[in-house]
């Protein structure tokens, strides 16, 4: 295979898989159930379990050396390079809870088509779906309006929430300088 050819599927294949993440946010708008059927990475942020949709995740490593950025929110850890890529390092716990620093055996979740990558606590498996819970649950209150809340799953005798991280990108700006701040991030999140 010619290199131009390679270029060619590999560009391809980066489109059809932001089309089907895409589709994946836009049916979890229409009905919460609807992302269930899907593989998910189960992953802990301050004690509690939540789950993603593994075709919004490229990689999940360990947690690596940020470099750090000037006039950031506490929660922007820095960047590092992901396979010669700047990636931004965005520390989940801080931005949910404030929280000082990941534990040192924190892993990243390398986000797909963004250059965003989320430190949680850890990533724990890979499951080939989540079933819909019941009518008797409800979501969390403190989870109540979140925007990067996808949907409630259970996993064994757990419901977790699936979140949609890749909404995270619409939560922040970029100013003149280059510098990023919280957007529309709610003021206790800042």
């Known amino acids: 295979m010619s290199e131009p050819q390679r270029k060619e599927l590999a560009e ?9 993440a895409q589709v994946h946010s836009e049916l979890a708008l229409l009905d ?36 750090p950025l000037v006039d950031c929110p506490s929660w922007v850890m820095g960047t590092f390079r992901f396979r010669g890529e ?3 390092a965005v520390d989940l716990g801080a931005w949910m809870t ?18 965003l990558a989320f430190v949680v606590d850890a ?8 079933t819909p819970p019941g009518p008797e649950v409800s979501i969390p209150s403190d989870l109540l309006g979140s925007s990067i ?7 064994g005798d757990t419901v977790v ?6 909404r995270f990108l619409s939560l922040l700006s970029v100013t003149p300088a280059g510098a990023i701040a919280a957007g529309d991030v709610p003021q206790e999140r800042r």
């Open 12 to 20: 391809r294949l980066k489109r059809l898989e932001a089309e089907i």
């Open 32 to 67: 919460a159930n609807a992302i269930l059927a899907s593989t998910f990475v189960l992953f802990e942020v301050c004690g509690a379990k939540c789950a993603i949709n593994a075709s919004s995740v490229l990689e999940i490593t360990r947690l690596v050396k940020t470099d």
């Open 86 to 88: 700047p990636r931004v």
């Open 98 to 115: 404030g929280r000082a620093a990941p534990p040192f055996e924190a892993h990243i979740l390398v986000m797909r088509n963004s250059g």
């Open 123 to 130: 990533a724990s498996q890979v499951i080939p779906n989540l």
């Open 149 to 155: 809340l996808a949907g409630l799953g259970v996993t």
């Open 161 to 166: 929430p699936v979140v949609a991280l890749d």
